[in-house]
């Protein structure tokens, strides 16, 4: 349990998807629920309603700051495609001394109002300057730093360079908890790295759904029977040219999440698919409700319907090396995934695998994974932040 005393700790959460916040949501309703004195400010570019609940739950203990000039969003040109030029461009602008540094300023001073115990980053790398500036132990939450994101898609010394300049401030990190699903960090293997992260490796950060499968199928007038097929993008958008019909098996009813979208769920039974908002629902009651999902392969789906065990069709994301580690230490360890090319998807041919991840079900169950990671972060937190307060 934490000290008497009241602490704070300050959460960083990237806005590139929906996966980031959803996991650090998770981390910080354990560690609200389990640490009665700890006090989290989030500073997040995230849509508000991701934190909603948890400033209904806590509202004197969780303080929300809408910011964005801290983090760098990777440019796409759709769901599943990195704009690599946009993106590099970005960061070359976002890594310019003058906005950097002020950029900087800004997180010190942030921080230095509140006091914070620890600051932890889902992963945002400037405020590990800042906080490093101040003295202030940091925790890295995530299964990438984006560092390797911007490695990975440099096509030129001067891009490599930019990368490195993103990897330096990674290297200030105390501390790094690594989820399942990882790529290599570069921070962690640098042989010029005097300071060495400690490396934690957490069980998997996921939510999980809350009402029954049948009461979310009564609320959208999708019989028990029925075969369902969700699909999510993490928060993007896709063009609706690919939604024709006969694309799914005969039979089955498609539920697209799409944010404002004004489909309607009254004629479910009569359409192949329906658009829904995704603000409306828990994104883990829907996947508990579909029999197959159908999206990109980022953290919050795929440790989403690996929790649910609901077989998944991926669509590979172009120029984001995350994907590699949720394909190969995620999904193929521990849940069904069948692999569309983006021809396809962007055709609307989906109905061959849709039925392959449909069928998959009938084979050996994926090995087990441990998901309490939200808990053992929490203890992780609270135990660092109320520690060195004490000191």
């Not at 540094?101 to 992963?123: F, H, K, M, T, Y």
């Not at 640098?190 to 996921?206: C, E, G, Q, W």
């Not at 694309?247 to 769920?265: C, E």
């Not at 990109?296 to 690996?306: A, H, L, P």
């Amino acid at each position: 349990m934490c000290a008497i005393s009241k602490f704070a700790i300050c959460f960083y959460v990237s806005g590139h998807g929906f996966g980031h916040s959803t996991r650090a949501f998770a981390i910080i309703h354990a560690l609200l629920a389990h640490a009665p004195t700890c006090i989290v400010h989030v500073a997040t570019p995230a849509p508000l309603f991701i934190f909603q609940e948890l400033i209904r739950q806590f509202p004197a203990r969780f303080i929300h700051r809408q910011a964005s000039e801290f983090d760098l969003s990777i440019a796409q040109r759709d769901p599943i495609t990195v704009d690599e030029d946009a993106t590099l461009a970005s960061l070359a602008s976002f890594l310019e001394p003058t906005r950097l540094e002020q950029a900087i300023r800004n997180e010190v001073a942030w921080l230095q109002a509140i006091g914070p115990s620890a600051v932890c980053l889902d992963a945002p790398f400037v405020p590990l300057a800042a906080a490093k500036t101040l003295g202030i132990p940091t925790l890295v939450v995530s299964n990438f730093t984006f560092d390797a994101i911007f490695l990975a898609i440099a096509r030129n010394e001067p891009e490599r360079q930019l990368a490195a300049q993103c990897q330096r401030m990674y290297e200030q990190m105390d501390h790094f908890l690594r989820l399942p699903g990882f790529i290599d960090a570069p921070a962690l293997s640098s042989p010029l790295t005097a300071h060495k992260p400690k490396l934690i490796d957490l069980p998997l950060v996921v939510r999980m759904s809350r009402t029954p499968r049948e009461a979310i199928r009564g609320q959208l007038g999708i019989s028990n029977d029925a075969k369902v097929l969700l699909v999510t993008f993490g928060g993007f958008e896709f063009g609706h040219g690919s939604t024709k019909d006969g694309q799914l098996p005969k039979g089955w009813v498609g539920i697209v999440t799409a944010s404002g979208s004004p489909g309607s769920h009254a004629d479910l039974a009569a359409r192949s698919l329906v658009s829904i908002d995704p603000k409306s629902f828990w994104a883990p009651d829907l996947i508990n409700a579909a029999d197959v999902v159908l999206g990109k392969c980022g953290y919050g789906t795929c440790s989403e319907v690996v929790a649910h065990h609901r077989p998944f069709v991926y669509v590979h994301r172009t120029g984001f090396a995350e994907e590699e580690g949720l394909i190969h230490r995620l999904m193929k360890k521990h849940g069904w995934a069948v692999e569309m090319p983006q021809e396809d998807f962007f055709q609307g041919r989906w109905e061959t695998y849709v039925r392959q991840a449909d069928e998959m079900r009938n084979e050996q169950p994926p090995l087990a994974i441990d998901h309490s990671g939200h808990r053992t972060a929490a203890k992780i937190i609270e135990h660092i932040g109320s520690g060195w307060r004490k000191n």
